[in-house]
């Protein structure tokens, strides 16, 4: 995706552009489905979500610098196991990055459809009983459409528009906590016991990580992976625009979910409890409650302004992974094609949009689409820790411009964490989820027969502990407890125990289970590029 045209990314603009995908529609939204989840114990969730993905991300930074190409998380895998492992976790990333687009769509809008204005009372048919309706639907559309447009032209067009977008999503987030803060802070609201403080229990605050959106808030993370080869220096600047884009957005997550808890009027908690809290746009609606109708003005401009940022940073993104997936040979070629000026995947955006429009259709409430994003991503990631390591064996003289110190715990710990998390996104999201992974097979196993390949049997064997792993966690997920949607065969929490110690075997097996296919050689003749 290189040519002479195409400017590199400094750290500034690779940090901007990362929050400008990571500062989205989850602050909108995820901390008022994390409240009437857990209550005000949901801050805690919002720091186990960081700490999930800090863990995958930390395994990635290695990868990242190993192998600098755009859309890289599309091919790692396929690197140290084969084509088959390859596929399905470049598949699950992208199917999370197909619903990424329209979610941030379906956000202003939803945002849009609560205009208190009596000249926007035209708006309200865009969203009805927590869903989009048909006519919302075109306006999503339009939206997607305008996220794809962006990207049409150049990477220096991207950075210019998303370095200011990223500047006004950092600002109205921090307006907003100050103003709810100085405005109504009623510290009581975190309850003055471990009870009032977890009025739900402790489950909860593992549930509300996955399907409150927080985890969804922090995926993220990879937009600095997948730019690859166009970011300056990536020995430096891969490991400091992930850290540095987490943290930040890591802070202004935890401290708006603080300013939202202490906001809520205590009399209204003490009539409805914190599942009743019932907003159509959480934020400007509590402004407008606390009488500060400057600020509802803002947040309704910036529920389009940060789910624009977000969702054009996305295009971009899953247009790279599209891209990076058709040079695996399991999808049409057309997919991998450049085009135009700046040679960009054209092909492929368009292709994304179009699937899009088909998922949005389908699914179109926002809490749903964060839950789908929420489990195929951390599938896809299941692979990260274990190529990591992999690499260790397979390739030892490797350049490693970043050599991890604590691999050799961080690895199995990120296994582990994303395992959990996929249990958190609940039955039956994980089934179903894992299912429409598997319905990209027959399209893999369809090119395997027409190109005749002769280690298809290899490749199957070398992918083998991932499918086995996808049966179990949608076996533990429909036996587990009742607090994750589970039949209560395996109480809270043994069934955490369980995924623990089940999940640390498939690990050792997927590490064990790497292999050299002729795609090693093409990571070995990448990592020569690599200054270290």
Known sequence: MKSKKTKKIGLFQLVMLTLGSLIGSGWLFGSWEATRVAGPAAIISWVIGGLVIAAIAYNYIE?????????????????????LLGFISSWSNWVSLIALIPIEAVAAVQYMSSWPWSWANWTKQFFSNGEITTSGLLLVFAFMFVFTLINFWSV??????????????????????????????????????????????????FSATATAGIIFSFNAFQTVINMGSEIKD????????????????????????SAFITAIDPATLAKYGWHGINFSSPFADLAILLGIHWLSVLLYLDAFVSPVGTGVSFAASTGRVLFAMESNKHIPSFLGKLSGKFQMPHAAMLTNFVISMLMVSV???????ATVICASTLIAYLTGPVTTVAFRRLGPDFKRPVKLRFLSIMAPVAFVLASLAIYW??????????????LGLPIYFYYEYKAKHNDTLKAFKSALWLIVYLIFISIISFIGSHEFNG?????????????????????YWGVKSAKVFPDYYQAEKLNQTVKE
């Not at 699914?363 to 689409?369: C, G, V």
């Open 63 to 83: 990868l990242g610098t190993m192998f600098p190409e755009a859309g890289g998380m599309s091919r790692y895998a396929q690197y140290s196991h084969g084509p």
């Open 156 to 205: 220096t067009l991207l950075t210019r528009f998303t370095n200011f977008i990223s500047i006004f999503k950092i600002g109205i987030p921090a307006i907003t906590i100050i103003m709810l803060t100085l405005s109504s802070f009623h510290t009581g609201n975190y309850g003055h016991s471990i009870q009032e403080f977890m009025p739900y229990g402790s489950a909860p605050i």
């Open 234 to 257: 990536t020995k430096k600047n891969v490991k400091r625009g992930i850290f540095l884009s987490l943290l930040i957005s890591g802070v202004i997550y935890v401290l708006i979910q």
């Open 363 to 369: 699914f179109r409430s926002w809490s749903t689409l």
């Open 487 to 507: 039949i209560n065969w395996i109480h809270y929490p043994w069934d955490f125990v369980v995924i623990i110690v089940i999940s640390l075997g498939f690990y």
């Open 425 to 438: 996104s609940m039955w039956p999201t994980t089934v179903e989820v894992i299912i429409v992974i598997m």
